[in-house]
């Protein structure tokens, strides 16, 4: 393995053992009761999913912004030029596309099969999927290999969120 692919395994791991260390303590940490009056039903359930997703969701606008910006600052880009700048922020941008609909698909899913008590499980996900995106961003400016963490911290939470769906679905 290249120096590079042993920093992206390590970034990777760290994020896995973030990841499950950060849901952990603060779903405990959570541990309170969201169940409005009446009960819970599902409207309120995908309400409360669709309300956190706008926090990540801020991740994406944040990204568009940036680059809404530095064209306007730069004089080469105003008129779509190449800025190396750009490009990392157009590849973090992509990315959090891709990341964002599968998260918000994962969450939806997740609140219609959770207990009451395990809601807030999806406030948990956005924050890691707030401090993955963060945390890729800025990594990437830094080198390709350093997005590695933030790109695990974002992604792996989603994909363990699909696999608990589908076993539930499935059995």
Same mark, same amino acid.
């Given at each position: 393995?290249?120096?590079?692919?042993?920093?992206?395994?390590?970034?990777?791991?760290?994020?896995?053992?973030?990841?499950?260390?950060?849901? =952990?303590? /603060?779903?405990? +940490?959570?541990?309170?009761?969201?169940?409005? $009056?009446?009960? !819970?039903?599902?409207?309120?359930? #995908?309400?409360?999913?669709?309300?956190?997703?706008?926090?990540?969701?801020?991740?994406?606008?944040?990204?568009?912004?940036?680059?809404?910006?530095?064209?306007?600052?730069?004089?080469?880009?105003?008129?779509?030029?190449?800025?190396?700048?750009?490009?990392?922020?157009?590849?973090?941008?992509?990315?959090?596309?891709?990341?964002?609909?599968? =998260?918000? /698909?994962?969450? +939806?899913?997740?609140?219609?099969?959770?207990? $009451?008590?395990? !809601?807030?499980?999806?406030?948990? #996900?956005?924050?890691?999927?707030?401090?993955?995106?963060?945390?890729?961003?800025?990594?990437?400016?830094?080198?390709?290999?350093?997005?590695?963490?933030?790109?695990?911290?974002?992604?792996?939470?989603?994909?363990?969120?699909?696999?608990?769906?589908?076993?539930?679905?499935?059995?």
């Amino acid at each position: 393995m290249s120096n590079d692919q042993k920093k992206v395994v390590a970034g990777m791991l760290a994020a896995v053992a973030f990841s499950a260390t950060f849901f =952990a303590v /603060v779903f405990r +940490l959570t541990a309170i009761d969201l169940t409005p $009056p009446g009960g !819970i039903e599902i409207s309120w359930r #995908l309400e409360y999913a669709l309300k956190c997703d706008v926090f990540a969701a801020l991740c994406l606008l944040a990204g568009v912004a940036m680059i809404a910006n530095r064209r306007f600052f730069i004089a080469d880009a105003i008129e779509g030029g190449p800025s190396p700048s750009i490009e990392v922020d157009r590849r973090y941008l992509q990315n959090t596309l891709e990341q964002l609909v599968l =998260a918000i /698909v994962a969450h +939806l899913a997740l609140v219609t099969i959770v207990a $009451p008590e395990s !809601i807030r499980a999806v406030a948990v #996900l956005v924050m890691l999927f707030v401090i993955g995106r963060v945390t890729f961003w800025i990594g990437y400016h830094r080198s390709g290999s350093a997005r590695a963490f933030g790109f695990a911290t974002t992604f792996y939470p989603t994909v363990a969120v699909y696999a608990y769906v589908v076993s539930r679905i499935v059995s």
